[in-house]
T-cell receptor
Framework: DSGVTQTPKHLITATGQRVTLRCSPRSGDLSVYWYQQSLDQGLQFLIQ???????AKGNILERFSAQQFPDLHSELNLSSLELGDSALYFCASSVGGQINEKLFFGSGTQLSVL | KNEVEQSPQNLTAQEGEFITINCSYS?????LHWLQQHPGGGIVSLFMLSSGKKKHGRLIATINIQEKHSSLHITASHPRDSAVYICAVRKGGGGSQGNLIFGKGTKLSVKP
């Protein structure tokens, strides 16, 4: 058990809908990272938050947004969903986001857009 | 061309064999990660390297910065090692620790 909790484990929804994925980092970790794993693109970095502030952005679509709350949990919001958004979404956490820190991954949320 | 290339894509081994998975990258990096993803989907970070060699149990990871190449070795392989192994690099020049470029993965199957 990595200590990173993601909910829900599975999500099935329809095109055009909006969903929220939730991530609770390991106790004491200030950084949260979101990744998308799809069959055609593989794993891609989406966004990082550190202690409530956005720290870095990757290949995140404008239809997607994230935030990190004062209790350090994070939510990834996906809107106007398309079939191509079907993927496994992971979050990871680390202590402070420094260069030599190990990442701890959650078990992922499998999103299916029908 | 992908910035991170792994070989082989698929690997089948007999229990007890020595296994090597390779990762080549084309960009300057500050760190390289080896990750393990089991069939259930969860990802575990095995190693993070910026130079040299690291060992943990039966797993050994090496990196050659000049040649832009890393290898993951598994000694005395076991069926429970069956998983997808993913190489990921963090580009040099600063930026987020988690802003990684991932390889496509090597699917390892170890037969009893």
């Amino acid at each position: 058990d990595s200590g990173v909790t993601q909910t829900p484990k599975h999500l099935i929804t329809a095109t055009g809908q909006r969903v929220t994925l939730r991530c609770s980092p390991r106790s004491g970790d200030l950084s949260v990272y979101w990744y998308q794993q799809s069959l055609d693109q593989g794993l891609q970095f989406l966004i990082q938050y550190y202690n409530g502030e956005e720290r870095a952005k990757g290949n995140i679509l404008e239809r997607f947004s994230a935030q990190q709350f004062p209790d350090l949990h994070s939510e990834l919001n996906l809107s106007s969903l398309e079939l191509g958004d079907s993927a496994l979404y992971f979050c990871a956490s680390s202590v402070g986001g420094q260069i030599n820190e190990k990442l701890f991954f959650g078990s992922g949320t499998q999103l299916s857009v029908l | 061309k992908n910035e991170v290339e792994q070989s082989p894509q698929n690997l089948t081994a007999q229990e007890g064999e020595f296994i090597t998975i390779n990762c080549s990258y084309s960009v300057g990096i500050s760190a390289l990660h080896w990750l393990q993803q089991h069939p259930g989907g969860g990802i575990v970070s095995l190693f993070m390297l910026s130079s040299g060699k690291k060992k943990h149990g039966r797993l050994i990871a090496t990196i050659n910065i000049q040649e832009k190449h890393s290898s993951l070795h598994i000694t005395a392989s076991h069926p429970r090692d069956s998983a997808v192994y993913i190489c990921a690099v963090r580009k040099g020049g600063g930026g987020s620790q988690g802003n990684l470029i991932f390889g496509k993965g090597t699917k390892l199957s170890v037969k009893p």
